[in-house]
């Protein structure tokens, strides 16, 4: 098990020993016997809780003290914030990332190696989808293959080259937003009829499909600045995204190569597959969002297709998207000294 998930109501989360003894009864019959789960602390890498979530103070010893990070959503799926183990030994990269950050020449070099590998894979994602809907095109619910396919394919390849020739921030931000509409086009089409997407809308979403893609953009970036922090860096200074008050910008900028593989990837799937439905969305605040059974069936879906195990072309070995982020924030932490060594992740 890498990430346990404590996603239901009338939990309570001990220690025995080296195990988590996790309590949790039925919110339809709380007079029922609380049903009982061991999980051993060496299998957890991570913890994802809810808000009603109980965890006795041994459990949080237990926890931190193996350096097991936890993040705490709302009831309404809304992040709330997380705990990170005490470290204190990484001043000098710390100092080093400062300097390197500053640099206008370095910003440059990692942002445009960042948004040259979000735009490939991107246009990799549009390939795989065309190419399986060429196989099996009376799939339940598929819309038409576009006819503008190919030319977004030869667009996004422009684009590409386009922003491996910028010559500031600015003008790469540009390149990156152009694509990402367009991409946003092309990848709309796939989705069934019944979930329509015009236009990426967020604080609030306003439909299903901005509701899985948020959210799942949500806790990827979570798990990303856990990440940051554990290999020693500041997540909050970015690159691509200008370091502001309130928000982690180094996180940002690492997900981006992985929105295409995973959360757009991820979010399709869903919605293809009929594993998401209108019962799992609410409306509520002016916007929509994953209910709590529809924030169930996500996190399921989310792990297996992170720990699924593939054969990465570029690495050369057996890999999983989970390793392969936590693999970018290595190797920003080593490009800060060598630059060459900053190689965003490339979907085969």
């Given at each position: 098990m890498?990430?346990?998930?404590?996603?239901?109501?009338?939990?309570?989360?001990?220690?025995?020993?080296?195990?988590?003894?996790?309590?949790?009864?039925?919110?339809d019959d709380l007079d029922a016997k609380p049903m009982c789960r061991t999980v051993p602390l060496l299998e957890v890498e991570r913890v994802v809780a809810g808000m009603h979530t109980h965890f006795t103070p041994a459990a949080w010893a237990g926890i931190l003290r193996r350096h097991i990070p936890i993040q705490l959503f709302a009831a309404n799926g809304r992040f709330l914030g997380g705990f990170l183990p005490a470290q204190n030994h990484h001043g000098l990269s710390r100092l080093r990332q400062y300097q390197r950050t500053a640099q206008p020449a370095f910003a440059l070099q990692m942002a445009g190696r960042i948004v040259a590998a979000k735009i490939y894979n991107q246009r990799r994602v549009?390939?795989?989808?065309?190419?399986s809907r060429a196989a099996s095109p009376s799939a339940p619910g598929a819309a038409p293959e576009p006819a503008s396919g190919d030319r977004t394919l030869v667009w996004l390849d422009t684009s590409l080259a386009q922003a491996a020739r910028a010559r500031s921030l600015e003008e790469?931000?540009?390149h990156e937003g152009a694509a990402t509409a367009r991409y946003f086009q092309?990848?709309?089409?796939?989705?069934?009829?019944?979930?329509?997407?015009?236009?990426?809308s967020t604080r609030p979403p306003q439909n299903p499909v901005n509701a899985c893609i948020s959210f799942g953009a949500t806790v990827l970036y979570h798990e990303t600045v856990a990440l940051i922090h554990a290999h020693g860096l500041d997540p909050a200074l970015g690159l691509l995204h200008t370091t502001e008050n309130g928000r982690w910008s180094l996180a940002l900028d690492l997900?981006?190569?992985f929105r295409p593989v995973l959360v757009e990837a991820l979010a399709l799937d869903l919605f293809s597959h009929q594993i998401l439905n209108e019962t799992h969305f609410e409306t509520r605040d002016g916007g929509c969002y994953l209910n709590e059974?529809?924030?169930?069936?996500?996190?399921l879906q989310y792990e297996r297709r992170m720990e699924r195990q593939f054969l990465s072309e570029c690495v050369g070995h057996r890999t999983t998207l989970r390793q392969q982020l936590e693999h970018q924030a290595v190797q920003f932490k080593?490009?800060?000294?060598?630059?060459?060594?900053?190689?965003?992740?490339?979907?085969?």
């Open positions: 890498a990430t346990l998930i404590l996603n239901q109501a009338l939990c309570r989360v001990g220690l025995v020993s080296e195990r988590l003894e996790i309590h949790s009864r039925s919110l549009l390939q795989r989808l065309r190419a790469l931000r540009g092309a990848w709309a089409a796939c989705l069934p009829a019944a979930f329509p997407f015009s236009q990426r997900i981006e190569p059974t529809g924030r169930k069936k996500f996190f080593s490009a800060l000294n060598q630059p060459e060594k900053f190689e965003p992740f490339l979907m085969n």
